[in-house]
């Protein structure tokens, strides 16, 4: 039987984050629209605040966003999207030096503008590249970390019929990640997180199909990103709303780390690093 050797730690910019455990990754969106509105911040005092309970509940990747993604959010310029980060990402590194920062955009311009002035960070594209041709070639010359989300199409069209349609949607998105990976690895990015894209081009079906598949990840031996807080694959389901699905977040959460997750992109900090720890616990006990 093969052992699969999973990558257990990311080097960003020569500070090095540890994914023997998993780890938590607070949401810090500064967007007007994001689909979950209490996720929505802006002004320094917000920002600082974000980041302070992020870090202070157990958060070690702190994911910066100035772009929804939601499929009928307004789309903006990466000009106004640089503009809207840009401050965040400059509050964050002064107040929380040690923290590890993402930024969650699929424009090599913006991450070019952001490197240039602040240095390494992780790089969170869901697109994977297949927007901006030019981000996996500038991720493998800056030598940024560099998480590869699977989605069909783009935030407009990814739930459209077509871009929703598997046979085999475990299979087929891990072969995805396998090309991925080495087009990523050509490129000279050497430290890579996949990420199977919860709610992006899936139906609610493929979305539950997927977590009880994530297991199948460990082929690729790359660390996993699981991000289903608070997401439509819950609301859906349980008929609530976003600001109701705490618990099912949780449910969710503690699924993914049961089947192979290293990493949570989560709104709720405290919520995750609790079930992570709740987790280690009963793993200390696991035949």
Request: a negative charge; one cysteine or more.
């Amino acid at each position: 039987m093969k052992i699969f050797r999973k990558k257990r730690t990311i080097n960003c910019g020569g500070k090095l984050l540890d994914l023997s455990a998993p780890a938590i990754m607070g949401i810090l969106n500064v967007t007007p629209d994001s689909f979950y509105a209490n996720s929505r911040i802006s002004g320094e005092r917000e920002i600082i605040a974000r980041a302070e309970t992020i870090v202070s509940e157990g958060g070690v990747i702190i994911d910066i966003g100035g772009y929804s993604s939601r499929p009928d959010a307004a789309d903006i310029d990466e000009n106004e999207e640089y503009s809207r980060i840009r401050p965040a990402m400059a509050l964050v590194r002064k107040y929380f030096p040690d923290a590890f920062i993402s930024v969650d955009t699929f424009r090599s311009s913006v991450v070019k503008w952001l490197c240039e002035e602040f240095g390494s960070f992780i790089i969170n594209d869901i697109s994977a590249g297949n927007i901006d041709r030019q981000m996996i070639p500038y991720a493998g010359t800056a030598g940024l970390p560099y998480i590869a989300m699977h989605m069909r199409g783009t935030p407009k069209t990814m739930q459209n019929a077509e871009n929703c349609a598997y046979s085999d949607i475990v299979t087929e998105i891990v072969s995805y990640f396998v090309r991925k990976k080495e087009e990523l690895i050509n490129a000279g990015v050497m430290d890579i997180i996949i990420d199977p894209g919860f709610g992006f081009s899936k139906t609610l079906e493929g979305n539950y199909e997927l977590l009880a598949g994530l297991d199948s990840f460990k082929i690729l031996e790359l660390p996993v990103l699981a991000g289903v807080s608070r997401k439509s694959m819950f609301c859906k389901l349980l008929n609530i709303t976003p600001e109701e699905s705490l618990s099912a977040t949780i449910a969710g959460n503690v699924l993914a780390l049961r089947n192979g997750a290293d990493i949570l992109r989560v709104h709720d900090v405290k919520a995750a690093s609790d079930a992570v720890k709740v987790f280690a616990e009963v793993n200390k006990y696991s035949v």
